[in-house]
């Protein structure tokens, strides 16, 4: 009588990667998603109490809070690497976008979803605005990071609340004055930005306030579930 055959389980390369690569993974696919698709959606405007902003503000805050948990758990040096890869997502993503809208559509409008003007319109996009929007994410993500990890050094890891919540208050503020500055600079006068910008800030206000309980959820999931602690403050000397 001949003995059962046993199968050696051949292990995957997938299966050697470690639940924190995976997480960041995760994260990163998430960070980039929001980024690429507020800069696509950021065209249309929502009434708010404060007055007309952006859509694009239910997209780019999560970002804020996705870099602060990468700045957690990963570093510096994590977050910086999400920056430029957000980053080149970004390039990207414009470069394909001004490629496609230039292709001609077929001669009969009835063989395309999109007519070449409503494209342009919505994908099209404008090389200043692109500058401006890529000018402010770079400028505001590295003071976020800095900012996050001199508030994590100096409590010395406690009061996630504060290096978070405020690491984004203040990458904000330059965030919204760079692209509101750069991208308006010589098509309105300096009282209309400044308005507008106080009105976009005082959105992203309360927008990251609220969303600080939403990191201390991911937070705690983190830890209590893919047992993965954050990585220690830096040691300022």
């Known amino acids: 009588m001949s003995e059962p055959v046993v199968r050696e389980e051949v292990s995957s390369p997938f299966d050697r990667v470690s639940p924190s690569a995976k997480l960041f993974v995760c994260l990163s696919v998430a960070f980039i998603a929001c980024l690429l ?14 007055g007309p902003i952006s859509v694009g ?12 948990v990468v700045n957690d ?17 970004a390039v990207g993503a414009w470069v394909l976008l001004q490629i496609t809208t230039a292709i001609p559509p077929p001669p009969d409008p009835n063989d395309t979803y999109f007519t070449q003007a409503e494209f342009i319109k919505i994908f099209g996009g404008s ?5 401006a929007s890529i000018i402010a994410y770079l400028i505001g993500q590295f003071l976020d990071i800095y900012v996050f990890q001199f508030w994590k050094a100096l409590t010395q890891s406690r009061h996630l609340w504060l290096r978070a919540t405020g690491s984004t208050l203040l990458s904000q503020i330059v965030d919204t004055v760079a692209v509101n500055g750069i991208f308006w600079f010589g098509k309105q006068d300096a009282a209309w930005i400044a308005r507008k910008g106080l009105r976009e800030y005082g959105i992203k206000l309360v ?31």
């Open 57 to 68: 503000i239910v997209a780019f805050p999560v970002t804020f809070l996705l870099t602060d």
């Open 73 to 89: 758990f990963y570093g510096r040096r994590g977050a910086r690497f999400l920056t430029f890869l957000g980053f080149g997502a």
């Open 207 to 237: 927008v990251a306030i609220c969303l600080t309980p939403v990191i201390y959820a991911l937070h705690g999931a983190i830890v209590r579930w893919m047992k993965l602690e954050p990585e220690k403050h830096e040691t300022r000397t």
């Open 37 to 50: 698709l507020g800069d696509v959606i950021g065209g249309k405007n929502i009434g708010t109490p404060l």
């Open 127 to 131: 090389a200043r605005l692109f500058v």
